[in-house]
């Protein structure tokens, strides 16, 4: 396994940071009554769901345990509307800055593969990423430093970054909640149309926080 070192790595939170995440299920659940699968069937899953939201329900794996997850080139046509606005941008300028950054997303493989790929759809180009077991991502962060360097570890590229800091850009405090010198949070909120104070900020605007880490 080949390995890139990095002064700064930025690694971005999936599920309500890139990826519209509730705009997804509903998409979800309105391809399964294409495909025949009855309506309170339907309706009792967006219940569970509603009421799991930020926490453990996983709609994809769900799905796909029983046999119903459709195949994800069906959602292509809707994969740049799964986008929260300004992701386009964001990933273009960190490639055109040549700023190393990954997806880390926290969740079960066949889910976060299935939204990766619409991802990197409505992009058109590969990502690289990382799926992590463990929610906190600080934590882990914090946990896998070895010698002063983050090295993570890319799913499907056999290649490790090994960054000496990451900006981590999440949605959840609770992902962020670290006092270690190289780990800067960004906090993300894109449930506003303007940035509020102790609310983090829309996606949109993460590359001009980026700047001060640059």
């Known amino acids: 396994m080949s390995s890139d070192d990095t002064q700064l790595l930025v690694a971005l939170d999936v599920d309500r940071t890139l990826f519209d995440t509730s705009r997804f299920v509903e998409l979800l659940y309105d391809?399964?009554?294409?495909h025949g699968v009855e309506?309170?069937?339907i309706d009792a899953m967006r219940d569970k769901e509603l009421s799991s939201r930020g926490s453990s329900f996983d709609v994809v794996s769900s799905l796909a345990t029983q046999k119903v997850l459709p195949a994800v080139e069906e959602?292509?046509?809707y994969a740049t509307e799964l986008l929260h606005e300004g992701v386009f941008e964001l990933i273009g300028s960190l490639v055109h800055a040549k700023i190393p950054f990954v997806l880390?997303?926290?969740?079960?493989?066949?889910?976060?593969s299935y939204k990766i790929s619409l991802i990197e759809h409505a992009l058109g180009r590969s990502l690289p990423f990382?799926?992590?077991?463990e929610?906190?991502?600080?934590?882990?962060?914090?946990?896998?430093e070895s010698s002063g360097s983050f090295a993570i570890a890319l799913d499907t590229m056999d290649r490790t970054i090994m960054a000496r800091s990451v900006v981590l850009v999440d949605d959840k405090v609770s992902n962020l909640q670290t006092s270690h010198p190289r780990i800067h949070p960004i906090l993300v909120d894109n449930t506003s149309s303007g940035d509020r104070?102790?609310?983090?900020v829309?996606?949109?605007n993460v590359w001009g926080v980026l700047q001060s880490y640059v």
């Open 31 to 34: 391809r399964l009554l294409d």
């Open 39 to 41: 309506k309170p069937i």
């Open 75 to 77: 959602l292509y046509p």
């Open 104 to 112: 880390l997303t926290y969740g079960s493989v066949v889910a976060q």
């Open 130 to 133: 990382h799926i992590t077991i």
């Open 135 to 144: 929610p906190n991502k600080a934590a882990w962060l914090e946990r896998i």
């Open 197 to 200: 104070a102790g609310k983090g």
């Open 202 to 204: 829309a996606i949109k």
